[in-house]
Structure formats: structure tokens, C-alpha cells
């Protein structure tokens, strides 16, 4: 079984940037592909980006390519969420999961979920 908790959203301004982290426990974290989500009010929690097991191979929405990458650092459990050039249509509570499957952008694929943080854009 894997928990995870996400940190550092918050509030930021158009144009922005935030960085997401999740920590991760158990020790089979790198046995685990894992992903970021969203959802925002009203509306379907939606795939925002993807990485491997190793981190050698990641993906990304392409609504959000170019400003948003996703890294992992398995020595330490954690996974990243890095947020360039925040939009006011990137508001959101962001999820990170785990799943046994990589390269797959449906929630129900993914086994483990946080709890979310939230983030905001002031425009």
C-alpha cells in the first residue's frame, strides 16, 4: 500500500509558477508509475501529467505542455509537479496517485490517491 501527500499549492498570480510535491510512504514507491490529476469545481478530475516507474519517461497533457513537467525522486519517495506560467483556467484541487500501469491517463487506472491541495490564480 502506498499513502501519499501533496503539498505546495497555493495562492499565486497569473504568470506565476508553483511547485507541487508529493511524499510518498512504504517502500515500494519506485514500483509505481505515478500522476498528477485535477478537478476543479464542477467538473471531471482530469489527467495532467504522467511519469514511470524509473522517471525515464514522462507525459503530459498537451493543454499543459510546456509549462507543466513532472519529475520523481525515488530515493526519496516524492514526486513534483512543476507549474510555469500559471493560467486563471488552472485553478484546481491537484492530486497526486500512484498506479501499476504508466502511460495510462484515466483516474480509475491509478490505485492510490492523496488527498489534493489546492491551487488558485489571482488574475
Known amino acids: 500500500q502506498v499513502r501519499l501527500l501533496e503539498s505546495g499549492g497555493g495562492l499565486v498570480q497569473a504568470g506565476g509558477s508553483l511547485r507541487l510535491s508529493c511524499a510518498a510512504s512504504?517502500?515500494?514507491?519506485?514500483?509505481?508509475?505515478m500522476g498528477w490529476f485535477r478537478q476543479a469545481p464542477g467538473k471531471e478530475r482530469e489527467f495532467v501529467a504522467g511519469?514511470?516507474?524509473?522517471?525515464?519517461?514522462?507525459r503530459c497533457a498537451v493543454s499543459m505542455q510546456g509549462r507543466f513537467t513532472i519529475s520523481r525522486d525515488n530515493a526519496t519517495n516524492a514526486v513534483f509537479l512543476h507549474m510555469n506560467s500559471l493560467k486563471p483556467k488552472d485553478p484546481a484541487v491537484y492530486y497526486c496517485?500512484?498506479?501499476?500501469?504508466?502511460?495510462?491517463?484515466?483516474?480509475?487506472?491509478?490505485?492510490?490517491w492523496g488527498q489534493g491541495t489546492q491551487v488558485t490564480v489571482s488574475s
Open positions: 496517485a500512484a498506479s501499476g500501469h504508466y502511460g495510462t491517463t484515466a483516474p480509475s487506472w491509478y490505485d492510490y
Open positions: 512504504g517502500r515500494t514507491f519506485s514500483s509505481y508509475a
Open positions: 511519469i514511470s516507474r524509473s522517471g525515464g519517461g514522462t
